[in-house]
């Protein structure tokens, strides 16, 4: 019965990990998700929605891998797509607690995003 509680807990978890040591995965994510929110009002049905969101994803990543200006924009991108969540997350906190709680997520996300790029180099 445990087993069954502590097996999703543990996907989870593991899927977090990766995305936070692979902040190039997470930032391609982040820019995958750019154009289902510009498309998601054209009527267009879930397949065709993944398969943008997939093509965009895969795009970015290797955009990040061949080209350094692919890195600081995707980064940049990434980090304000954290403030943006950051932001999102309470709605019934107070303003300044949501626009201070999105500025640490989105530090954080540079500080991240700065670190993994410079000991990937």
Known sequence: MLAIILLPLGIILG?????????????????????????????????????IFGVAALVAFILQHMFKIGKILLGIWGCVAVGIL???????????????????????????NFGFWMLED
């Open 15 to 51: 899927i977090a990990k990766v995305l936070i040591t692979r902040l190039d995965l997470l930032n391609s994510l982040m820019a995958g998700a750019v154009p289902i929110f510009l498309t998601r009002n054209m009527g267009l049905d879930e397949k065709t929605s993944w398969i």
């Open 86 to 112: 950051c932001y999102l997350f309470r709605d019934s906190s107070p303003y300044t607690t949501r626009i201070i709680t999105a500025g640490v997520g989105m530090v954080i996300a540079v500080v991240m």
